[in-house]
């Protein structure tokens, strides 16, 4: 009798908090000017696809509107809420829009704190 066993898939569930968080943006025009923007913050990881960009960051990350209006060379108030929406196809983690920024969160925990939401049952 064979002693066959099958190798552990390294597609595995794994339910444990990544601590991560991150869009997904378009790779055009402005998609390519918010990841170099972003790229130089720190803990976050800009990868460029083919179709697409990742900007995954641990923790917590910003984006400043202001800031990639600059980048883009627009006036202030240029990037806002919707031209991000616009530009990103997907993220993870907790989001929230501001009307100067978006901040993502990996733990709802921060984002609650940010927002100043009690998460105690009462």
């Known amino acids: 009798m064979s002693t066959y ?3 552990e898939s390294p597609f595995k569930s794994d339910s ?8 997904t943006l378009m790779n055009n025009q402005v998609g390519v000017v918010v990841a170099e923007v ?26 400043d ?14 990037f806002d ?4 929406e616009e530009n990103m ?3 993870y983690g907790r989001m929230i829009h501001e009307d ?3 901040i993502m969160f990996a733990n709802p925990e921060d984002a609650a704190e ?4 009690d998460l105690s049952a009462g």
């Not at 976050?44 to 960009?53: A, D, E, G, R, W």
């Not at 809420?81 to 991000?84: L, R, T």
């Not at 940010?114 to 939401?117: A, D, I, M, R």
């Open 5 to 7: 066993r099958t190798a």
């Open 16 to 23: 444990t908090a990544s601590n991560m968080c991150g869009v």
């Open 38 to 63: 972003m790229k130089g913050k720190e803990g976050v990881q800009v990868t460029p696809l083919p179709s697409m960009i990742r900007v995954d960051a641990v923790r917590r990350m910003e984006f």
């Open 65 to 78: 509107y202001d800031e990639i209006s600059e980048a883009l060379g627009e006036e202030p108030g240029f």
């Open 81 to 84: 809420a919707a031209e991000f």
């Open 89 to 91: 196809s997907t993220h």
């Open 100 to 102: 100067d920024r978006t």
């Open 114 to 117: 940010e927002l100043g939401f």
